[in-house]
């Protein structure tokens, strides 16, 4: 199973995304775990596929990459239009094309 770890500052805004990921999901037959944390709390987690910064983390992006891509985790910043309309569907449709992207 897949699994996907959002990340903003307190790990609560991303929590209605996760949600509609979820559903998007399930409306695929994707088995996958999709779960948010903030900031202070990614840093002790290296058990994923791939994690999505929200934009108002987007700082983050440099110092995640250099810790987490040698470990064969990719980062990447949600896109803001995707995050401001809460389009699930798309940003799990990204999350996936990143992580296949990594695999090959």
Not at 58 to 75: D, T, Y
Request: with cysteine; proline share 3%.
């Amino acid at each position: 199973m897949k699994k996907i770890m959002l990340v903003c500052s307190a790990g609560m805004s991303t929590s209605l995304l996760v949600t509609k990921m979820k559903k998007a999901a399930d409306g695929q037959n994707i088995e996958i775990e999709i779960f948010a944390v903030s900031e202070a709390d990614s840093k002790n987690r290296d058990d994923v596929d791939i994690i999505l910064l929200g934009p108002q983390v987007r700082f983050l992006l440099g110092s995640m990459k250099s810790r987490m891509e040698p470990k064969g985790i990719p980062v990447a910043v949600i896109d803001s239009i995707k995050y401001g309309t809460m389009d699930g569907k798309a940003v799990l449709e990204d999350a996936l094309k990143l992580i296949d992207e990594n695999i090959k």
